[in-house]
């Protein structure tokens, strides 16, 4: 009886040691969690201070990026329009945008700085856009795209051209539905692809039944399926980039105004920011923090300027003072 008395107080002694020790460990390693990423953010921020080429005279046009936005359509003029012009504020030397016919007028008439292709509806598309890519840097997939299954042929077609061609892939909006749809057309891609969804893009595409685990652990069995070129960049109020079993966020700038266009905004920014990435051989989510970055300041910036009548126009015009202080070649 002793012994049995005994026991149970040891047991129960031992429960209360393993609840303790379980409370600290819990206690202490999201601190120390909490540390580390905040150490990794801070490194990767510095990483993108390396980013952006010098403004010397022995470059000539183009090297900074060439970069194409597939996008545009009868509905939608306004999205591509902002990853374009954002990808050539950031830094880009030049931006095509191949868009539907009944696009490519409007969108011409926003600025004479971009090269507007409206042939994404011809019924030869894809031959007549073949010659163009070999030009570009990175393209850009989605930003107006629309849905409309004759546009996802073509889509699809251009992946395959880029593929072959080994072109980096930014992925957005109506373009994140068709990969939802036919995640198998970016499986095994040779060149890095950024997949940039918001939350319920982010649910669409890594499946709605992953359970509620982190971003990071939902979205793994749909990442290892891709291969390993794939990365994510989930825009939230903490915006989140996962790439190889990792993950980091992106916190601060931003505000409640929540305009349509940032989101295209950051994609194009992206684009430039990748391409500068992959010429200096550095990882696909310093570039995707960069845009983060980039989006979130000019969003304050501007909020703090014009408050609720902020528009993603008024985002544009910080660019530069955004990309000086953060971005640029001391």
């Known amino acids: 009886m002793l012994l049995s008395l005994t026991s149970k107080s040891l047991i129960k002694v031992n429960r209360t040691r ?4 379980s409370a600290f460990s819990k206690s202490f390693f999201r601190a120390f969690g909490s540390n580390m990423s905040q150490s990794l953010e801070n490194q990767i921020a510095e990483k993108t201070k390396q980013l952006a080429p010098p403004l010397t005279n022995d470059r000539h046009k183009g090297q900074a990026g060439r970069i194409g936005v597939f996008g545009g359509s009868l509905e939608f003029t306004g999205a591509p329009y902002y990853s374009a012009i954002t990808s050539l504020k950031v830094g880009a030397d030049l931006v095509y945008v191949f868009c539907a016919k009944e696009a490519g007028l409007v969108i011409k008439s926003y600025s004479p700085e971009l090269i507007v292709l409206p042939i994404l509806d011809q019924p030869n598309a894809v031959q007549q856009i073949e010659p163009w890519l070999k030009r570009l840097h990175v393209v850009l997939i989605g930003p107006g795209l629309g849905r409309l299954p004759s546009t996802f042929a073509v889509i699809e077609r ?7 061609k080994k072109l980096p892939l930014v992925i957005d909006a109506d373009g994140l539905i068709f ?3 036919k995640p198998d057309v970016i499986k095994d891609y040779p060149a890095p692809i950024v997949l940039t969804p918001n939350v319920m893009e982010f649910g669409r595409l890594v499946g709605q039944n992953t359970g509620d ?3 990071l652990e939902r979205s793994s069995c749909f990442l290892n399926k891709l291969g390993g070129q794939v990365t994510i ?6 915006d989140e980039i996962i790439s190889n079993g990792k993950s980091v966020k992106v916190s601060g700038g931003g505000s409640g105004r929540r305009s349509g266009g940032q989101g295209d905004m950051l994609g194009g920014s992206l684009s430039t920011f990748l391409h500068w990435a992959l010429e200096k051989q550095v990882e696909p989510n310093i570039a995707c923090f960069a845009a983060c970055r980039l989006t979130r300041d000019c969003n304050a910036r501007a909020f703090a300027k014009q408050g609720r009548s902020m528009t993603a126009v008024d985002m544009i015009h910080e660019i530069h003072d955004v990309f000086e202080e953060n971005f640029e070649l001391k």
């Open 213 to 215: 685990g982190t971003k």
């Open 179 to 181: 990969v939802s749809q």
């Open 158 to 164: 251009i992946i395959g051209v880029c593929r072959n």
């Open 18 to 21: 393993v609840c303790t020790i």
């Open 233 to 238: 960049l989930c825009k939230d109020h903490e």
